[in-house]
C-alpha cells in the first residue's frame, strides 16, 4: 500500500524559514516525480515546486526562497522554505508520479497523495 506522509509544518514570522518533508512507503521516490502543491482557504490548488529525476519546476513567487531536493536513503523530498511570507500560508500536500522526464507541477497528472501540512505564515 502506498502512503505518502508529510511532516514539518508550522507556524512561523514572515522572513523565517521552514522544512517540510514527504516521507514515502510503498514506493521509491526515486522513480518518482514528485510535486508539492499547496491550497490557501478560498483559493485554488497550486503547483509550488516540482522534481523529476533530471528536472525542477518552481512556480514564480517561491524561486529563490524556495528549494527541493530527495534524500533517497531516507525515501523523501523536502522542500526547504526560507524568506516566508504570509502569502504562503496554505496546506501543503506532496504527490507522487512514476518518473516524468520534466518536473510538471500539474495535479492533475499526479497519482498519489499526502494528508498535507499546514504552514502559517504570521505578519
Known amino acids: 500500500q502506498v502512503q505518502l506522509v508529510e511532516s514539518g509544518g508550522g507556524l512561523v514570522q514572515a522572513g523565517g524559514s521552514l522544512r517540510i518533508s514527504c516521507t514515502a512507503s510503498g514506493l521509491t521516490l526515486a522513480r518518482y516525480t514528485i510535486g508539492w502543491f499547496r491550497q490557501a482557504p478560498g483559493k485554488e490548488v497550486e503547483g509550488v515546486s516540482c522534481?523529476?529525476?533530471?528536472?525542477?519546476y518552481y512556480t514564480n513567487s517561491v524561486k529563490g526562497r524556495f528549494t527541493i531536493s530527495r534524500d533517497n536513503a531516507r525515501n523523501t523530498v523536502i522542500l526547504q522554505m526560507n524568506n516566508l511570507e504570509p502569502e504562503d500560508t496554505a496546506e501543503y500536500s506532496c504527490?507522487?508520479?512514476?518518473?516524468?522526464?520534466?518536473?510538471?507541477?500539474?495535479?492533475?497528472?499526479?497519482?498519489?497523495w499526502g494528508q498535507g501540512t499546514q504552514v502559517t505564515v504570521s505578519s
Open positions: 522534481i523529476s529525476v533530471t528536472d525542477t
Open positions: 504527490a507522487a508520479v512514476h518518473a516524468t522526464a520534466q518536473a510538471m507541477c500539474v495535479q492533475i497528472l499526479y497519482d498519489y
